[in-house]
C-alpha cells in the first residue's frame, strides 16, 4: 500500500520571513526585525540568509532557541559568530554548495554575495535555500540555483532591486510559482501595479499572501 506524501504548509509572516511545517515538524527561515516578534518560536529549526537587521533579529532567534531546546540555527559565519557561544552545538555554519537535513526537511545553499545596494557599499555575505528540492529563499539576492524550482520566495521591493530585475529573475529561475517575499516596504498603493506587472511578464503563476496567510504547496 503507497503512503500518500505529506502536506507541506507555507505560512508567510511580515517581509521575509516564512515558515514551512510537515509531520509535526517546522522550519522558519529569516526571522528579522521586520517580522513578528514570535516569529522563531516553537520553532524546530532557524535558517539566516545573512546579517542584515530586516533578516537577522537576534531577540527573535533567542526566543525560539529558548522555546524548545532542541531547535538548532543553520547560517552562515557572520550571523552565527554572534550566537554560537550561547548556544553551543546548535550553530551551524554553512555555505554555497552544503547540503543538510533541518527538521526532517532536506536543504541546499545556493549563492554567496548579497546583491549590489550601490557600488561605495561593501558587499557582504548571502545564501539562499532550497528546501526539499521545491522551495527556494534567496534571501536578498537574485539568486539562480541552477535546478528546477516549484516554488520561488520572490523579493519583489528592497533597496536593491527594480520591477525589471524582479521580473526577469522569475523568468530565469522558471518556477512553478512565485510567492512575495522582502515586501515590508512596498505600500498598498503599489501592490496592484506589481502584481499585475509580475503576473504578466513573469511567466508563472504568481501570489501573495498577508502576514499570518497559509497555504499548502
Not at 106 to 126: F, K, W, Y
Amino acid at each position: 500500500m503507497n503512503t500518500p506524501p505529506s502536506t507541506l504548509t507555507l505560512t508567510k509572516k511580515s517581509h521575509s520571513c516564512i515558515r514551512l511545517e510537515r509531520d509535526g515538524q517546522s522550519l522558519v527561515i529569516d526571522p528579522g526585525g521586520f517580522s513578528e516578534e514570535d516569529a522563531a518560536v516553537g520553532t524546530d529549526a532557524i535558517l539566516v540568509t545573512h546579517e542584515h537587521p530586516d533578516h537577522f533579529d537576534e531577540a527573535r532567534l533567542r526566543a525560539g532557541l529558548e522555546s524548545n531546546p532542541a531547535a538548532q540555527v543553520w547560517t552562515l559565519r557572520s550571523v552565527a559568530e554572534k550566537l554560537s557561544a550561547a548556544f553551543p552545538g546548535r550553530i551551524h555554519t554553512v555555505g554555497h554548495g552544503d547540503t543538510f537535513s533541518a527538521a526532517g526537511f532536506d536543504v541546499q545553499v545556493h549563492g554567496e554575495l548579497h546583491a549590489v545596494i550601490h557600488p561605495d557599499i561593501p558587499r557582504i555575505t548571502n545564501i539562499g535555500f532550497l528546501v526539499d528540492g521545491s522551495v527556494f529563499h534567496p534571501g536578498d539576492a537574485l539568486t539562480v540555483p541552477g535546478r528546477p524550482v516549484d516554488t520561488l520566495l520572490l523579493p519583489v521591493m528592497a533597496p536593491w532591486n527594480k520591477i525589471s530585475e524582479v521580473i526577469d529573475y522569475v523568468r530565469e529561475v522558471g518556477p512553478r510559482r512565485a510567492i512575495d517575499i522582502h515586501d515590508a516596504l512596498l505600500t498598498d498603493l503599489a501592490r496592484p501595479i506589481y502584481d499585475r506587472q509580475i503576473g504578466a511578464l513573469g511567466g508563472t503563476d504568481h501570489g501573495r499572501l498577508a502576514p499570518g496567510d497559509a497555504t499548502r504547496l
